[in-house]
């Protein structure tokens, strides 16, 4: 009985531990936050202060975990992250031309993305998978109003989906979706809508077999369809 009650007491308690401990592994990393160059909105404090000078952050097994230079509280040129066996986790390069890159990497040093800013804005991104073939590409205008082009793959490295613009005005968007094999499994225009900040699919679209036989055609509008064309 006494274990019984000892279990209860104290069972909420290593529950908490290990949510609180999961809670800290998710946020190893949270430093881009102090980041200016991204418009980071945190202030780091040192001493009740904000931070200036260089910062290192290290893990209990005396490993680096963070390097970088703070000027105000702020990221200024630039950050490492480590992971507790020494990989590099992210490196974050400011140019001097307002460019920026961030390449992040997996544990074991595979690339894990690789992102690249104009102006304090994301205009292109590439990530992978662990394996290291690309898992997909993003690429924005240089003032980031419009999503150029957006390409997903497969494990292997065989296309996904595919969307790329080809009316800027209206953001419409020629967009394919593949098979396993390579095949085109459908393909249509899509449009991109402000209230829900989704693309959706437009006008006639072609639905393909896995054989690569075109089964039928559809019409829709804002992703609804509104007639069958087969």
């Not at 980041?35 to 209990?60: A, H, L, Y």
């Amino acid at each position: 009985m006494k274990y019984f009650v000892f279990f209860i007491l104290f069972s909420p308690l290593f529950l908490f531990a290990q949510w609180n401990n999961g809670l800290n592994n998710q946020i190893h990393f949270d430093y881009e936050k102090y980041n200016k160059f991204t418009n980071g909105k945190s202030v780091r404090m040192c001493d009740k202060k904000p931070c200036n000078g260089i910062q290192k952050d290290f893990w209990e097994n005396g490993i680096l975990k963070h390097k970088a230079l703070y000027k105000n509280g702020k990221i200024v040129d630039g950050y490492e992250n480590y992971y507790d066996n020494s990989q590099l986790e992210r490196k974050f390069t400011v140019f001097p031309d307002n460019n920026a890159e961030m390449v992040s990497y997996f544990n074991d040093g595979v690339i894990k993305s690789n992102e690249e800013y104009f102006n304090q804005k994301l205009i292109k991104k590439v990530t992978f998978y662990p394996n290291g073939k690309v898992e997909c590409t993003e690429e924005y205008d240089k003032t980031k109003e419009y999503l150029i082009k957006q390409n997903f793959y497969f494990m292997d490295g065989s296309p996904q989906s595919t969307m790329e613009i080809v009316v800027i005005k209206d953001k419409i968007y020629i967009t394919k979706n593949y098979f396993n094999s390579g095949l085109i499994k459908e393909e249509g225009l899509k449009k991109f809508d402000e209230k829900t900040n989704k693309y959706l699919k437009n006008g006639i679209w072609k639905l393909y077999n896995s054989n690569g036989l075109l089964l039928k055609k559809v019409e829709y509008k804002n992703d609804e369809i509104i007639s069958p064309l087969d």
